[in-house]
């Protein structure tokens, strides 16, 4: 068990808590129709891809964004030779692939697991850790699984089927193993994976549900 006091740990609890500013995305998604989500989401994600990339060439924009965001950067996001995406930059990336591609209630679905599940794995993995799964800990992709359970059993489904959560729960553990194996990547793997398996699985068990019914 890691110390609460480490370094590391302490590091992480204001991303993961800004983190959870990242359900305004699905939360609103819900209410609006897909065309006036991506009309506002697309040009956010490209405005910020802007200035992720800008900051590793432009000094004045490097310490502006490390005025605001700076205590948000794991070290990896701050080392100016290696030109890598923030997480809230792929944050908005992945929500607008999964808006693009699946149908709302998935990616809806795939977003909130984002926002929890993959907060849950940082926080008991880094306290927990201890055998290593794929790129993370056994311990961190367990607390991911048991998480995004949780979202199965609280989030929208068309009919409320015993099926629906039974396709919820194996999403769940494919997007356990997406988290632990995607490295960097996996705020674009988590709801991508879930999404596909959710998508997978109504297609094939439950093709009488319209996926699209929810606009």
Not at 167 to 185: D, H, P, T
Not at 197 to 211: A, K, M, N, Q
């Amino acid at each position: 068990m890691q110390d609460v006091h480490n370094p590391s740990f302490r590091a992480e609890i204001p991303r993961k808590l800004f983190h959870l500013t990242n359900l305004a995305i699905p939360v609103i998604y819900y209410f609006i129709p897909k065309s006036t989500a991506l009309t506002i989401l697309i040009p956010l994600t490209a405005a910020f891809i802007i200035v992720d990339i800008l900051r590793y060439y432009h000094q004045p924009t490097a310490r502006l964004f490390n005025t605001f965001f700076g205590f948000l950067l794991r070290n990896s996001e701050r080392d100016q030779n290696n030109l890598r995406l923030n997480g809230a930059t792929f944050v908005l990336i992945s929500a607008a692939i999964c808006i693009v591609i699946f149908p709302k209630l998935l990616a809806i679905i795939g977003l909130v697991t984002l926002t929890f599940a993959d907060g849950a794995a940082a926080i008991f993995g880094k306290l927990y850790g201890k055998r290593k799964f794929f790129d993370k800990s056994f311990e961190g992709s367990l607390a991911f699984f048991i998480a995004a359970c949780i979202v199965v059993l609280v989030t929208p489904k068309y009919n409320y089927e015993i099926s629906e959560y039974l396709i919820g729960f194996i999403a769940a553990a494919i997007g356990a193993v997406a988290e632990a194996a995607s490295g960097f990547l996996d705020n674009i793997a988590i709801p991508v994976s879930v999404a596909t398996v959710l998508w997978i699985g109504y297609t094939l068990f439950l093709p009488h549900i319209d996926i699209y019914m929810i606009r």
